[in-house]
């Protein structure tokens, strides 16, 4: 099964209003990576937390990391129409040759005007 | 900065038929990856290159499915015969030693 596991599958709020997603994965890692995609798009890097980070900002979003947990979190705050998109996280784990990452399922979000 | 650079966007072929993707990663990044995406299995790893030698390719699905990247500017991945199964979006990625990586707008591959 997949390293990380974003919850939920599917998301669907008001513009203005908050939306958290959250990844949880199974062993050790380097770091944890949040990436969007628009529909008919590549992935796009949001943000990257390093394993001995337990919390990161960028602009609307916030990202968590509980590494006793094995989870993470993204908060999209004041979320906007051109937030909808799909999410996903990825794990790059301890020992692992050259930083590959393992991608979760993503998590869509839908923000309705 | 052009981005990672992937053709064709769009092929629809025949199965039996030989499909060739195509990338471009960004110039100075040293990693090179290729994944599929489908709705029923998410999006995978298939190959990733470092400094143009494949490290590791336990993605590849079967011996239909090749890649290379002779230099440090391009790299191809093949499916030799194709199948209606490998449809899928195929991205390529590339990355700088430990930055994030970066995507292609992919290739929507349809296999009749």
């Known amino acids: 099964s997949q390293q990380g596991e974003e919850d939920p599958q599917a998301l669907s709020i008001q513009e203005g209003e908050n939306a958290t997603m959250n990844c949880s994965y199974k062993?050790?890692?380097?770091?944890l990576q949040w990436y969007r995609q628009n529909s008919g798009r590549g992935l796009v890097h949001l943000i990257l937390?390093?394993?001995?980070?337990r919390e990161k900002h960028s602009g609307r979003l916030r990202v968590t990391l509980d590494t006793s947990k094995k989870s993470s979190s993204l908060l999209i705050t004041a979320s906007r129409a051109a937030d909808t998109a799909s999410y996903f996280c990825?794990?790059?784990?301890?020992?692992?040759?050259?930083?590959?990452?393992?991608f979760g399922d993503g998590t869509t979000l839908t923000v309705k005007p | 900065d052009a981005g990672v650079i992937q053709s064709p966007r769009h092929e629809v072929t025949e199965m039996g038929q030989e499909v060739t993707l195509r990338c471009k990663p960004i110039?100075?990044?040293?990693?090179l990856f290729w994944y599929r995406q489908t709705m029923m299995r998410g999006l995978e790893l298939l190959i990733y290159?470092?400094?143009?030698?494949?490290?590791?390719d336990s993605g590849m699905p079967e011996d239909r499915f090749s890649a290379k990247m002779p230099n440090a500017s391009f790299s191809t991945l093949k499916i030799q015969p194709s199948e209606p199964r490998d449809s899928a979006v195929y991205f390529c990625?590339?990355?700088?030693?430990?930055?994030?990586?970066?995507f292609g707008d992919g290739t929507r591959l349809s296999i009749l």
């Open positions: 990625a590339s990355r700088a030693g430990g930055q994030p990586q970066h």
């Open positions: 062993t050790s890692i380097n770091n």
């Open positions: 937390i390093r394993s001995n980070e």
């Open positions: 990825a794990t790059a784990l301890i020992g692992t040759n050259a930083g590959k990452s393992t």
């Open positions: 110039s100075g990044h040293n990693s």
């Open positions: 290159f470092n400094n143009n030698v494949p490290i590791d």
